[in-house]
C-alpha cells in the first residue's frame, strides 16, 4: 500500500448536529491510562470519559457528554485521542483547553481545543488510527518509563520483527486477532502500514489501520516479541490471517505498552505517513 488514501464512510444528518443553541467542540486528548479503568465511563473504577465529563460540567454548568474516538483498555494510554462534546458555552473554543487543565487531574491533559467542523463526529468521521506498542529491550527492566513499555529482557530481532509485521498490510479478516468478548460486527479491516524500529534500548511497534478490534493490537505485538525471541516462526501471522486460528498467534501483550498516537480524519494523509 504505496498510496494512502484515507476516507470516512460516516455521511452526517441532520441528527448528528448539537442541539440548537450549542455548538459542538473537538478536544485531543492525552492521557497515563495506569490509574484508570479505560477510555468509557463504567461502575467498576475511574475512567477518562468519566474526569473529562465531570470537569466540563464544573466549567460549563451543563451536564455534559463527551463522544470519544477510540475506547481504549484499562492501563492503556494516548497521545492525541479525538474526542467532541455539545455545549451553549461562550468561552471561546481555543481557551477551553486552558480552562479544563486546571480541573482535570495531571495524568490527563487537553493539548488542543476547537470548533467542530460541521458534521464532525469524533468517532463516526475518523479514517484511521496509529497505535504504537512499545518494549524496553534490555536484561533489566527501567525505572524511569516503565508505565510506558512492556519489559523484554532476550534479544529481539527487530528485522525479523519489521518483516513479520509487513503480512498485516492490505484489506483483512481479522477474527484470530480479537479477544474473547468482542463484540465487532465486522472482523474485516484494512492496515496501511506497519513497522518495527529500534530506538536504542527500546524497539517500538507502530501499525495505521482503518480501524482495531477487541485487543488486537496488543495480540499483534505479543506475536511479534515471540518472533523476535525465537520462541515463534516467522509467518505467524500470515498464517493467522488465512486460518483464522487465534493459536497461531503470541500471547496478548501487556496493556501498559499500548499508545493511541494519533486519530486520523479525512485529508490528514501526510500526518499519518509521518510515522513511517
Known amino acids: 500500500m504505496d498510496k494512502l488514501c484515507l476516507t470516512s464512510h460516516h455521511y452526517p444528518s441532520p441528527a448528528d448536529d448539537p442541539p440548537e443553541g450549542q455548538r459542538r467542540f473537538k478536544l485531543i486528548v492525552e492521557y497515563d491510562g495506569t490509574a484508570y479503568s479505560g477510555w468509557q465511563r463504567q ?17 460549563t454548568g451543563e451536564r455534559t457528554c463527551v463522544v470519544g474516538s477510540s475506547r481504549t483498555d484499562a492501563g492503556v494510554h494516548a497521545h492525541g485521542l479525538c474526542a467532541h462534546f455539545d455545549s451553549a458555552t461562550c468561552i471561546p473554543a481555543d481557551k477551553i483547553c486552558f480552562a479544563l487543565n486546571t480541573m482535570l487531574p495531571p495524568d490527563i491533559r487537553i493539548r488542543e481545543s476547537h470548533l467542530a467542523p460541521a458534521g464532525f463526529h469524533a468517532r463516526f468521521s475518523a479514517c484511521g488510527k496509529v497505535y504504537r506498542y512499545l518494549f524496553y529491550n534490555e536484561r533489566q527492566m527501567c525505572a524511569v518509563g516503565r508505565q510506558y513499555t512492556a519489559h523484554v529482557p532476550l534479544p529481539l530481532d527487530e528485522t525479523l520483527m519489521n518483516q ?25 479491516r484494512t492496515m496501511y502500514k506497519a513497522r518495527v524500529v529500534r530506538e536504542n534500548d527500546y524497539v517500538a ?10 485487543n488486537m493490537v496488543r495480540i499483534i505485538a505479543g506475536t511479534l516479541m515471540e518472533v523476535g525471541t525465537g520462541k515463534r516462526v516467522p509467518g505467524a501471522i500470515e498464517r493467522a490471517i488465512e486460518t483464522g486460528n487465534r493459536l497461531s498467534l503470541g500471547q496478548t501483550a501487556p496493556a501498559k505498552g499500548l499508545m493511541l498516537m494519533t486519530v486520523l480524519y479525512e485529508g490528514e494523509e501526510e500526518r499519518a505517513l509521518s510515522y513511517f
Open 43 to 59: 461502575i467498576n473504577g475511574p475512567s477518562i470519559q468519566q474526569e473529562l465529563e465531570e470537569a466540563l460540567s464544573r466549567l
Open 164 to 188: 513479520e509485521a509487513q503480512a498485516l498490510c492490505g484489506k483483512h479478516d481479522f477474527a484470530a486477532f480479537a479477544a474473547s468478548g468482542s463484540v465487532a460486527k465486522s472482523t474485516i
Open 205 to 214: 511497534f507502530y501499525v495505521l489501520g482503518d480501524g482495531f478490534l477487541y
